[in-house]
């Protein structure tokens, strides 16, 4: 089976960066995922790493390590629409996704 | 390009009665998932349809929980005799192919709103 955690909550002001880590313990990887979740609507695709090292898209980067199942998101600039839960979710074969419990981070100004 | 579909966005069933939830995936997308979302938790994932194919049911109950991709018209996630427990949010995600390790991109719908009185 696949687990993961990532932390409960996060709070940061308007600027800011915010990191979000990811561990994961699973039989069969393909890749981490991020997705951005807000007020309980569709997620959101984010970014997906299948390799070692850091993925920048805009002000949002991911960055994997296979050899220590870890992950995460950053969060740069931030801004108040980037107040929402953010999931990571591995990849254990072509099609399953299985996702962490969420942060929720809350920008305030 | 429309995006993934589903309806109804709210759903009300007392005890025993069964829940229809309606998915239509993006337009040029033939692989269809579904996941359940309890409050407060992340996205698990239940079922993996092709086109008139289930290709994997293994995050789905065994019992009372039954989903179809048809050629022509939606899928369709059923649930008979809903209990309270059943009551949670309902995702759909659609893909034009699965995609391999090297990209996965799963695109959701708005999710259906099961509330079991």
């Known amino acids: 089976g696949q687990s993961l955690e990532q932390p409960s909550e996060v709070t940061a002001v308007e600027g800011a960066i915010v990191q979000i880590n990811c561990t994961y313990q699973?039989?069969?990887?393909?890749?981490l995922s991020w997705y951005q979740q807000h007020d309980g609507g569709a997620p959101t695709f984010l970014s997906y790493n299948a390799l070692d090292g850091l993925e920048e898209t805009g002000r949002f980067s991911s960055f994997l390590s296979r050899s220590d199942s870890y992950g995460y998101l950053l969060l740069q600039e931030l801004q108040m629409k980037d107040s929402a839960s953010y999931f990571c979710?591995?990849?254990?074969?072509?099609?399953?996704?299985?996702f962490g419990a969420g942060t929720t981070v809350t920008v305030r100004a | 390009n429309a995006g993934v579909m589903q309806n109804p966005r709210h759903l009300v069933r007392r005890r025993g009665q069964e829940a229809r939830l309606r998915c239509s995936p993006m337009?040029?997308?033939?692989?269809v998932y579904w996941y359940r979302q309890l409050p407060e938790e992340g996205l698990k994932f239940m079922v993996y349809?092709?086109?008139?194919?289930?290709?994997?049911e293994s995050g789905m109950p065994k019992e009372r929980f039954s989903a179809e991709f048809p050629k022509e018209g939606p899928s369709i996630l059923r649930i008979q005799q809903v209990v309270r427990g059943d009551s949670a949010a309902y995702f759909c995600?659609?893909?034009?192919?699965?995609?391999?390790?090297?990209?996965?991109?799963?695109?959701f719908g708005p999710g259906t709103r099961l509330t079991v009185l």
């Open positions: 979710a591995v990849s254990s074969n072509d099609y399953k996704l299985s």
């Open positions: 337009k040029g997308h033939s692989h």
């Open positions: 995600a659609s893909s034009p192919s699965p995609s391999g390790p090297s990209y996965n991109e799963q695109f």
């Open positions: 699973t039989s069969g990887f393909y890749g």
């Open positions: 349809l092709q086109k008139e194919n289930i290709i994997d």
